[in-house]
């Protein structure tokens, strides 16, 4: 072999070489510059599944939030839109945890719809919380009526009782009142007698009290004489009169003018039949009220 062909093939060698070396060299940057984008690849990878995973975390706090949340309303069709909004955030908090983490799209969109949902949901239990202060409210100024007007009633009902009480009291100061009542028997001839057979009329004297309170005018005193077995002594005719809702029989009777001082009064009563040994009641009544009563023993 010729020295010019050794050389030749030296040199095809050197340069076979040259080119070996430099695409071992090439492929060694290729691999480093593959193994540093895999590593921020796998970087990116790892940012977005936690940025993911945030989300997912942010979202389910919001929905056990809302979950938990005792929504106390009587609004029926309130509560229908919130567990609407709270479907909503189940289903999109499903496709969140199920969609990859890369496709950061999609997870965007999931994300807005989600604030818009949590935003919505917001908004109701505002509302809810608004007319539950509203109706505390209500409840507060009706318990707080209801007492004004239970103490106004209380108040009234005392007024009324006290009213009463004075009514009863002006009723009971306004009845006339009889006194010094005193029985005298007489003969047909107007005396004055002790004989039994011989009466032939009563005569009953007695005082009406002076009474500024007492309506004046005329009236109609009503006296009834009874014996102890409250046989009633009566004369001919229709005696009758109202007291305390009774229709009751009367002996005799008599008209006089009450000016509110004391007047003496003489009742006579003419006897029917003769007298027996009794104790006889007289009892006198005026403006359907009983003014006066005594008993009588005659023998």
């Known amino acids: 072999m010729q020295k010019k062909d050794k050389i030749i093939i030296i040199s095809a060698f050197s340069a076979l070489a040259l080119l070996l070396l430099t695409a071992i060299?090439?492929?060694?940057?290729?691999?480093?510059?593959?193994?540093?984008?895999?590593?921020?690849?796998?970087?990116?990878?790892?940012?977005?599944?936690?940025?993911?995973?945030?989300?997912?975390?942010?979202?389910?706090?919001?929905?056990?939030?809302?979950?938990d949340y005792y929504i106390n309303t009587n609004n029926d069709s309130l509560l229908k839109l919130i567990d609407d909004e709270k479907q909503k955030v189940q289903q999109l908090l499903q496709e969140l945890r199920t969609v990859k983490a890369t496709n950061t799209r999609r997870i965007a969109e999931l994300k807005k719809e989600l604030s818009t949902v949590r935003g919505?949901?917001?908004?109701?239990?505002?509302?809810?919380?608004?007319?539950?202060?509203?109706?505390?409210?209500?409840?507060?100024?009706?318990?707080?009526?209801?007492?004004?007007?239970?103490?106004?009633?209380?108040?009234?009902?005392?007024?009324?009782?006290?009213?009463?009480?004075?009514?009863?009291?002006?009723?009971?100061?306004?009845?006339?009142?009889?006194?010094?009542?005193?029985?005298?028997?007489?003969?047909?001839?107007?005396?004055?007698?002790?004989?039994?057979?011989?009466?032939?009329?009563?005569?009953?004297?007695?005082?009406?009290l002076r009474n500024i309170t007492a309506e004046r005018g005329r009236k109609t005193i009503y006296m009834r004489?009874?014996?102890?077995?409250e046989k009633l002594l009566t004369s001919p005719g229709e005696n009758h009169f109202f007291f305390e809702g009774m229709d009751l029989e009367y002996s005799t009777k008599k008209d006089f003018d009450f000016s509110g001082e004391t007047e003496d009064i003489t009742i006579y009563y003419t006897v029917q039949d003769k007298l027996t040994e009794s104790t006889y009641t007289i009892a006198l009544f005026t403006d359907g009220n009983l003014i006066g009563e005594k008993s009588f023993i005659l023998e």
């Open 25 to 67: 060299i090439m492929l060694l940057i290729q691999h480093r510059e593959i193994k540093s984008q895999n590593a921020e690849i796998e970087e990116m990878t790892a940012v977005m599944e936690f940025e993911k995973q945030q989300s997912i975390d942010e979202f389910e706090q919001m929905q056990k939030q809302y979950e």
């Open 225 to 229: 004489i009874t014996d102890k077995a």
């Open 120 to 208: 919505v949901l917001k908004t109701y239990v505002e509302r809810v919380d608004s007319l539950n202060t509203v109706n505390s409210n209500l409840r507060t100024e009706n318990q707080r009526v209801k007492r004004q007007y239970e103490e106004r009633s209380r108040e009234l009902e005392e007024q009324i009782a006290q009213k009463e009480e004075l009514d009863k009291k002006v009723t009971m100061a306004s009845i006339l009142e009889a006194s010094d009542i005193t029985l005298s028997t007489l003969n047909d001839r107007g005396k004055k007698t002790r004989s039994l057979k011989k009466v032939s009329k009563l005569q009953i004297d007695f005082k009406i």
